[in-house]
């Protein structure tokens, strides 16, 4: 098989098993523990098992790629720069997320996301969690979705647009398991801004910290919140 080819079965690879896993690893997890609702205990491991993805993608990379897992070499920042970069990045994604939210309950009176009511109940008080789920998301997605997928989509097609939409677009439909347009939209505008960031700039850690940052901020201010208010932090 060519380079080519292993890449793109790696990218295929790579996003079936993230959505797999996002969508039934909790039942069968629940298989021993048996829990009537989702507990703490079910999410955490639930969030535990996107590890093992990464670990399998990893795997898939050494063994059949053959092939550095970063593609484009991470570059050097300085300190003020990770400052300025992390700061933009996140009032760019929060305001034009705020914006599609508004923009697309406009349109659909769409209602809250029944995933977010729950995580409202899960995640009260338990901040152990809250940084957990966060830094989950931050490395695992951040390595998967643009470090492993985008540039390999380029790659293959030869075109960094395409690199760029292809693995935003992988984003977004990640998240559609929340159940809402605005959960689709929303990602896959986060995944465009990360994505042009990543191809100009080439630094994962600062997309992962952002991603962190993003998610850890909205998950605390869900904590604080009535449940009424909830769709205000769809983005």
């Known amino acids: 098989m060519s380079l080519n080819g292993r890449y793109a079965l790696g990218i295929i690879l790579t996003f079936v098993l993230l959505t797999a896993f996002m ?3 909790m039942p069968v997890i629940n298989i021993f523990f048996q829990h009537k609702a989702v507990t703490p205990d079910l999410f955490f491991y639930n969030r535990l098992s996107l590890w093992l993805v990464l670990a399998l993608v990893l795997m898939y990379n050494f063994f059949v790629e053959d092939r550095s897992f970063f593609v484009w070499e991470d570059k050097k920042y300085s300190f003020s720069f990770y400052i300025a970069a992390i700061a933009i990045l996140y009032l760019i994604c929060s305001i034009g997320g705020a914006f599609l939210n508004g923009f697309i309950r406009f349109l659909t009176e769409e209602k809250i996301s029944t995933k977010l009511a729950e995580f409202k109940i899960l995640f009260q ?4 969690l809250i940084t957990f789920t966060c830094l989950t998301a931050g490395v695992t997605e ?3 979705m643009r470090a492993y997928i985008q540039p ?6 030869n075109s960094p647009m395409l690199g760029v939409i292809g693995s935003a677009i992988l984003f977004g439909l990640l998240h559609s398991t929340y159940g809402t347009i605005g959960q689709v939209v929303i990602p896959f505008f986060i995944g465009l801004v990360f994505a042009m960031f990543y191809k100009v700039y080439s630094n994962i850690k600062i997309l992962i910290i952002c991603h962190f940052l993003i998610d850890f901020i909205s ?8 449940i009424k208010h909830l769709s205000l932090l769809q983005s």
């Not at 008080?125 to 152990?128: E, I, P, R, S, W």
């Open 142 to 144: 951040e390595l998967l």
């Open 23 to 25: 969508l039934y690893s």
């Open 219 to 226: 998950l605390i201010m869900m904590n604080l919140i009535d």
């Open 152 to 157: 390999r989509i380029e790659k293959i097609y």
């Open 125 to 128: 008080d338990n901040y152990l």
